[in-house]
């Protein structure tokens, strides 16, 4: 068996005195997509954190293409090829979204193209000359998530990308998820919408006050939600 692409040991993070990871041990294959579920306050979001390197306390092992992360500092994580759409998008509201388009450096290997980039968001062919500030939610969610695409990085970090989004818009990212698949990229998918999520993920960690408590292939989920509805609360 090949290495995964993106694999996590014993990893332990704190923001300040505050120790919020407990030994995340996850392993992510290449082209795989797998997506972290938990209630709120878990440890979702700072695990992508901690892995992307923008927490900094932390202890135990990530490596991601055969590569020790722990060292590596922030500036030069997308470099290797990791790429992070946190929830608040972080797009420039000011400049248009083809500006946004044409900011991020190609850091490696692979990066879109804007011409594909219209191609895979149809949506942000149309907005194109629109400042951000005139973007609906779902068409943030996007520009945030093209961003990433035009670096080059093979593994993507997403925290709720269908958080707050219209279900038309929600199936539209579901469709672009799927397109990445195809094209063989990996995702690390936070999401609390587990629904939209088997749609999408190849597996599941459930996540629960720092560690994960269960891993599972999205077969058998079906088995799994008396104890998604009792963890998640839905």
């Not at 068996?1 to 996850?26: C, F, I, K, N, R």
């Not at 090829?81 to 248009?96: H, M, Q």
């Not at 579901?174 to 195809?182: A, E, M």
Request: charged fraction near 25%; proline fraction near 5%; charge should be neutral.
């Amino acid at each position: 068996m090949t290495a995964p692409l993106l694999e996590t040991a014993g990893l332990q993070a704190w923001y300040g005195e505050s120790h919020v990871l407990h030994g995340v041990d996850l392993h992510v294959n290449e082209g795989e997509m797998i997506c972290i579920l938990g209630r709120n306050g878990m440890g979702k979001t700072t695990t992508l954190r901690t892995i992307m390197g923008i927490l900094r306390k932390r202890t135990g092992r990530i490596t991601f293409a055969g590569q020790d992360m722990m060292s590596v500092p922030l500036h030069k994580t997308a470099r290797a090829g990791l790429g992070f759409v946190p929830e608040e998008r972080g797009i420039f509201a000011t400049l248009s979204v083809e500006e946004n388009l044409m900011l991020p450096p190609k850091v490696a290997d692979g990066g879109m193209s804007v011409a594909e980039i219209y191609d895979l968001f149809p949506n942000l062919r149309e907005r194109r000359s629109s400042p951000g500030t005139k973007l609906s939610g779902g068409e943030q969610q996007m520009l945030a998530m093209a961003r990433i695409l035009r670096t080059g990085a093979r593994c993507l970090l997403l925290d709720e990308p269908t958080e707050g989004l219209a279900p038309v818009i929600i199936n539209a990212i579901g469709d672009v998820l799927r397109k990445l698949k195809q094209r063989g990229m990996t995702v690390v998918l936070v999401e609390q919408n587990f629904r939209f999520a088997a749609k999408v993920a190849d597996r599941f960690y459930l996540m629960d006050h720092g560690t994960m408590t269960a891993e599972f292939p999205v077969s058998d989920l079906p088995n799994r939600m008396d104890l998604l509805h009792r963890e998640l609360g839905v």
